[in-house]
Structure formats: structure tokens, C-alpha cells
């Protein structure tokens, strides 16, 4: 009973502050800060917070499984959130909040190939279910649901933010298996810094010019960000640890309609009623996956 309290607070804590995170990143590059230094400052706050506990680690044991996946994680975590941020930065979170559903069978396709977790008939029975709700959703916007939506940028940049942060899902439980949560949100952190300024550095992305242009208003959003981010990946390294990949990011999805109530509320997106059955659908989609595994 314990155990099932804390992983519902774990999961409830990562439904609120995945979206709500989302609403800072989208409100940072909309004052003008460049999608990969909010990246990249987002990663090197944690890690600054993460320092001291550096001393408590005994490195030395740890063993080449935890440095292979911990550099695999990071890699595909920073360009999966640069990704992100940069779709954030002019699409809508009404839209691409509910497309993250497609993550979960993502999650399900590179966990049953790297992790063994094999899904069941239901789960490819809500592996459908979520296609479904996700051709409402998406129906919603200017090129509707047909291949002419794959040529929408913002729409490109959340496909392959989705892909690459389901793939680092499964590295993270690989960092997990071979440490433990907590060594597994510090690696996170420490080499998502690294990554993510290298993508700084490919890009010429003046950090110097950037962060002289920051005022009270940004840092306060910047320091909610962090706030946000760290208890996302805290809480998804709680849940990893007792769940399988895909069905984890298949819970994950309950954070779908908060995506779209933000998008309404925050920043005045159209089209809310026909967002929130499609998502509803996608989350019945999710719910498969889970209760019949």
C-alpha cells in the first residue's frame, strides 16, 4: 500500500510538471531567449544544484554499463529537449502536448527491442486507440490530419523531440538498472549540461549576448523551469524504476489535457472541445496499455 501511494504521488508530481513545464519554456522563447540556451541553462542549473552531492558518490564504482547509457542518455536527452523547446517556441501546447501520446509506443517499440518488455494484444489495442484520439487532435489544425501536417515544422521538431527523448526513456532505465534513481537523475543532469552546450557551441548561440538580455521576469520563469524539470525527471526515475518503459510513458499521457487546458487558458488556443475528446480518447489509448498489461 505504501509503495502504490508513493508511485501515485511520483506519477501525479510528473503529469503536472511535465505540461507546466512546458508553459515556461514556451514563455522564455516567446520573450526572446533562443530555444537551446533555455535548454542548455535549464541542464547547467540542475547540475549546479546536483554538485555537492558529487561527494557522496563513490564513481570509482560505478561500472561501464552506467557511463555507456548515462552518454546515450544525455546525447539524445539534449537533442530531444532542444527539440522540444524549439517546437514550444511557435506551435501550439494545445497541439503538441497531445501528440507526445505517440511516445508511449515509441517507448513500447525500443523497450521490447533493447529491455525485453514484450507488449500483449491489448497494448497493440491501445497502441490504435491512441492513433485515434491523436487524428481528432490533430485534425484541428490548418493542414488537418494529412501528410501535408509532416511538412509544418513545429510539427517536425515535436515528432522528433518525441523520438529521441522515448529513446532516452529507455537509456535512463538502463542508468537506473545499473545505479539507482537518484545516480541516474544526477548523470541526467550532468551530461545533458554537456550535450546541450555542445549544441550551443555547434549553433553559435551567443550565450554571453543572450543572458545580458535576461530581466526579472526571465529569471523568475527560468528558476520555476528548473523547479519543473527537476521534479519531471525525478519523478519519471522514481516511476522507471517500478515500471516497464512503454507502460510508463503510457501513464504519462494523463498529462495530455493539461497540455490542452494550458494551451486554452495561458495562451488563448482555439479549437479546445475537439482537443479535449481526442486527448481523452488518447488517454483511454494509454489506459489500455496500462491496465491489461
Not at 526579472?216 to 527560468?222: A, E, P, V
Not at 522507471?240 to 493539461?258: E, K, P
Amino acid at each position: 500500500m505504501h509503495d502504490t501511494l508513493l508511485l501515485s504521488a511520483a506519477l501525479g508530481l510528473r503529469i503536472i510538471s511535465n505540461p507546466l513545464g512546458n508553459v515556461f519554456q514556451k514563455q522564455l522563447t516567446l520573450q526572446g531567449t533562443h530555444p537551446l540556451c533555455v535548454n542548455f541553462l535549464a541542464y547547467l542549473l540542475l547540475a549546479a544544484v546536483c554538485f555537492l552531492s558529487l561527494s557522496f558518490v563513490a564513481v570509482s564504482e560505478l561500472n561501464n554499463d552506467f557511463w555507456l547509457y548515462s552518454v546515450l542518455g544525455g546525447i539524445f536527452g539534449a537533442l530531444g529537449n532542444g527539440l522540444l523547446i524549439k517546437a514550444l517556441h511557435k506551435g501550439n501546447l494545445s497541439i503538441l502536448g497531445p501528440i507526445n501520446s505517440y511516445k508511449s509506443i515509441i517507448g513500447l517499440f525500443f523497450g521490447m527491442l533493447l529491455l525485453g518488455e514484450i507488449p500483449n494484444l491489448w497494448g497493440v489495442l491501445g497502441i490504435v486507440i491512441i492513433i485515434y484520439g491523436s487524428y481528432l487532435v490533430l485534425d484541428t489544425t490548418e493542414e488537418r490530419f494529412t501528410p501535408a501536417l509532416l511538412r509544418n515544422k513545429e510539427i517536425q521538431f515535436r515528432i522528433g523531440a518525441m523520438v529521441l527523448t522515448a529513446i532516452e526513456a529507455v537509456f535512463v532505465k538502463k542508468v537506473i538498472l545499473s545505479s539507482s534513481p537518484a545516480l541516474a537523475f544526477i548523470s541526467w543532469c550532468f551530461f545533458g549540461a554537456l550535450f546541450s552546450f555542445i549544441l550551443v557551441l555547434a549553433f553559435r548561440v551567443s550565450l554571453k549576448h543572450q543572458v545580458a538580455n535576461f530581466n526579472r521576469s526571465t529569471f523568475g520563469k527560468l528558476f520555476l523551469l528548473i523547479s519543473c524539470i527537476g521534479t519531471m525527471q525525478l519523478s519519471t526515475n522514481f516511476v522507471l524504476n517500478r515500471m516497464d518503459v512503454g507502460y510508463a510513458l503510457s501513464l504519462f499521457q494523463l498529462s495530455i489535457l493539461v497540455s490542452v487546458l494550458f494551451g486554452y487558458r495561458i495562451f488563448q488556443e482555439k479549437d479546445i472541445g475537439k482537443k479535449i475528446i481526442g486527448s481523452a480518447i488518447m488517454l483511454v489509448g494509454s489506459a489500455v496499455l496500462i491496465l491489461f498489461n
